[in-house]
Nanobody, 115 residues
């Protein structure tokens, strides 16, 4: 059974930084594409950033230049470094791993940016 566990959310002021982490308990971690998504109540879940097994990255326009996604295959860890945070970044952030055609989600971690 795949387990996806996020951590690192919290409350931060505008302009501040947070680092989200996601530990994925799965064999052959390095083979899978992964990503960070976020959701605000009443809205659809949206892609923030993703990274392929080959470490190619893709970012939503709204976070380009401020967020950085990375992976540590040895530690089975996916990270999201978030800098220059804005109130509109406030959301629940989810980690996801695509495993043989099925997307597995974590429970989410709340990020709140105060103005």
């Amino acid at each position: 059974q795949v387990q996806v566990v996020e951590s690192g959310g919290g409350l931060v002021q505008t302009g501040g930084s947070l680092r989200l982490s996601c530990v994925v308990s799965v064999s052959f971690f390095s083979l899978y594409n992964m990503g960070w998504y976020r959701q605000v109540p009443g809205n659809e879940r949206e892609l923030v950033a993703d990274i392929t097994s080959g470490r190619s990255t893709n970012y939503a326009d709204s976070v380009k230049g401020r967020f950085t996604i990375s992976r540590d295959n040895a530690r089975k860890l996916l990270s999201l470094q978030m800098n220059s945070l804005k109130p509109e970044d406030t959301a629940v952030y989810y980690c996801a791993v695509d495993l043989r055609g099925i997307r597995h989600w974590g429970q989410g971690t709340q990020v709140t940016v105060s103005s």
